[in-house]
């Protein structure tokens, strides 16, 4: 993680921050998904029951390609130095925009939207994460995730 002094912090608002690697979400992940949180529906873990519908294939809970956020930008969020830790603060808006196919790679582009002193030391930092796919012209999804930093 890129770690910046916080009087340069707001210096990053409105830029691209960049990508992270692809990932492949292949049928193990989405059948771990699914035991995590009990959602079984056919089209994320029975593969010749999806076969017959629009996606011709399973596709990921959009719940795990969402879950996947933290991990994607942990080498790509900026953070203010000396920081002490991080929480995750909650989503402002989310828009799931097409969904995710098995074994379908998938990254994250990240912009910085927003930097707040919410008090003394803790900064919120708020950005846009859009879920690329691999060949394909529209993001699974574009989400703005919140994360609040104690200093």
């Given at each position: 993680?890129?770690?910046?002094?916080?009087?340069?912090?707001?210096?990053?608002?409105?830029?691209?921050?960049?990508?992270?690697?692809?990932?492949?979400?292949?049928?193990?992940?989405?059948?771990?998904?699914?035991?995590?949180?009990?959602?079984?529906?056919?089209?994320?873990?029975?593969?010749?029951?999806?076969?017959?519908?629009?996606?011709?294939?399973?596709?990921a809970h959009g719940f795990l390609s969402l879950s996947l956020i933290p991990k994607l930008m942990e080498n790509l969020m900026i953070l203010p130095e000396g920081m002490k830790m991080g929480v995750n603060y909650g989503l402002?808006?989310?828009?799931?925009?097409?969904?995710?196919?098995?074994?379908?790679?998938?990254?994250?582009?990240?912009?910085?939207?927003?930097?707040?002193?919410?008090?003394?030391?803790?900064?919120?930092?708020?950005?846009?994460?859009?879920?690329?796919?691999?060949?394909?012209?529209?993001?699974?999804?574009?989400?703005?995730?919140?994360?609040?930093?104690?200093?």
């Amino acid at each position: 993680m890129p770690f910046v002094p916080v009087s340069q912090l707001q210096d990053y608002v409105g830029k691209e921050l960049g990508h992270s690697e692809w990932l492949t979400i292949d049928q193990e992940r989405i059948n771990q998904f699914a035991e995590c949180t009990g959602d079984h529906q056919f089209i994320h873990v029975d593969p010749e029951k999806a076969k017959h519908t629009p996606f011709g294939t399973t596709i990921a809970h959009g719940f795990l390609s969402l879950s996947l956020i933290p991990k994607l930008m942990e080498n790509l969020m900026i953070l203010p130095e000396g920081m002490k830790m991080g929480v995750n603060y909650g989503l402002d808006s989310v828009r799931f925009i097409q969904p995710v196919k098995v074994n379908s790679r998938v990254r994250l582009a990240l912009k910085l939207s927003e930097v707040t002193e919410k008090r003394p030391g803790q900064w919120l930092i708020k950005a846009e994460a859009t879920l690329e796919i691999e060949g394909e012209e529209k993001p699974a999804y574009i989400a703005e995730p919140l994360s609040l930093c104690f200093v």
